[in-house]
């Protein structure tokens, strides 16, 4: 009887081993769900859901969960996020903001959870802008500088057969245009409506390097825009509207962007992402290539969105290497995000079948090898922004470009002396 009721215990005990067992195992097997927080939306945002939809399909590991926010207000609740240490798992940081995190502590170093191999796969300027004092903080996803986009159709009816590089080309190209077609000859947002009209900013930031000069000194510590580079590259945003009137006044982002997909303007400048919504515009006929030396050498506006972890209260090691994962696969697919027009920042993406077959990208491809690092100061989402509402109102009211430099100076000088 005794014997019985053990072997009764120990069938019953295997029995419970069992399920337990079975427990553990069916919780290792499921899917470690991680966070990530995305600020693009429209074509971007149509693109990126895209590849999370590929990286969840791709393996059976994790999951990623895409929470959506309104760049108006992402950094605002990024912030706030990081400094309590409640953020998500994986956050999307433009390389010019990292500046406002880093000192902070708020973001993991990387260093320790990414192999050579793929370091080495990274061109090198734009993983290099993700290093602050040696350390790894983020890792490049894409350079987007500002490009040139133009009519091809507009341009024959005008009888331009060579696309215009210098200042005075362009405005020969766009009377031309004007007086053969009625249409615009530029197509360059001067004012906020929808959005800030960063592109005047863009625009000036690159000529002042094409002349030779820069916004900021070497050390980011003052303006140095207040000279004949300047002035050269005000007074040409200027007499476009004002002089020559091949430049439409008071017009905002999405106006600039509707007025060139419509076929009504020869010239438009915007970042690489307008690609993706010019090429669906039917009856369009546009070719893309990097910024003309517009003012002299070839140098180009450019940002550039980096994948970060930040720090967490508890820092769990299987999300963080979850979080690696969805990186490194997020990079390394970025003929995907091409789509949407951004330059992926991996070497062995460039050599893609699929990379090298799409239209457009290979035409201003180049333009990452003379994109303009962000200026490294904590000050610069404030400087950047501000500088745009003093160009929307010196190009739109046509002010004596001299006023408007020094008054841009001093501003520019308050707002880093706050910092």
């Not at 050599?351 to 200026?375: G, N």
Request: glycine content about 6%; aromatic content about 10%; proline content about 5%.
């Amino acid at each position: 009887m005794k014997n019985k009721i053990l072997l009764i215990a120990l069938v019953a005990l295997l029995a419970t081993g069992m399920l337990f067992a079975q427990g553990a195992k069916e919780e290792k097997e499921g899917p470690l769900e991680i966070t990530f927080w995305s600020l693009f939306t429209g074509g971007d945002g149509e693109f990126f859901d895209a590849m999370v939809d590929e990286f969840n399909a791709s393996q059976d590991e994790i999951v990623m969960k895409n929470d959506m926010v309104k760049f108006d207000n992402y950094y605002t609740k990024l912030t706030t996020a990081l400094s309590a240490k409640t953020a998500p798992d994986v956050v999307v940081v433009h390389q010019g903001n990292l500046l406002n995190y880093v000192p902070s502590g708020s973001l993991l170093a990387l260093d320790s959870y990414i192999d050579e191999a793929t370091l080495n796969d990274f061109q090198r300027a734009p993983l290099d802008a993700c290093r602050f004092d040696g350390k790894l903080y983020s890792l490049p996803f894409d350079v987007h500088p500002i490009v040139m986009y133009y009519n091809t159709d507009l341009l024959t009816e005008a009888g331009i057969t060579e696309v215009p590089k210098s200042a005075q080309d362009f405005i020969d190209a766009s009377l031309a245009v004007k007086q053969a077609t009625g249409k615009w000859g530029m197509a360059i947002d001067n004012t906020t409506g929808v959005y800030k009209a960063y592109t005047l900013s863009r625009l000036f930031i690159s000529m002042l390097a094409q002349q030779g000069g820069s916004l900021l000194t070497d050390d980011a510590s003052a303006p140095a825009f207040n000279n004949a580079y300047g002035e050269k590259a005000l007074v040409w945003l200027q007499d476009l509207v004002h002089k020559y009137a091949v430049n439409p006044s008071e017009l905002d982002y999405d106006a600039a962007m509707n007025i060139f997909k419509l076929g009504d303007a020869a010239f438009y400048f915007n970042g690489v992402w307008a690609t993706g919504t010019l090429e669906k515009q039917d009856g369009l006929n546009f070719a893309a290539a990097p910024l003309p030396p517009i003012m002299g050498k070839e140098a180009a506006w450019a940002g550039s969105h980096t994948l970060a972890i930040p720090v967490q209260k508890n820092q769990d090691p299987a999300r963080v290497e979850a979080a690696i994962t969805f990186i490194k696969w997020m990079t390394s697919h970025g003929e995907m995000w091409a789509k949407a027009g951004h330059i992926p920042t991996r070497k062995s993406v460039a050599e893609k079948a699929e990379m090298q077959a799409l239209p457009y990208r290979a035409d201003y491809a180049a333009a990452a090898a003379f994109a303009l690092p962000t200026p490294r100061t904590p000050a610069w989402e404030e400087i950047y922004g501000t500088l745009s509402d003093k160009l929307e109102y010196a190009v739109t009211k046509n002010q004596n470009p001299k006023v408007a430099l020094a008054d841009m100076e001093q501003t520019v000088k308050d707002i880093i002396a706050s910092y």
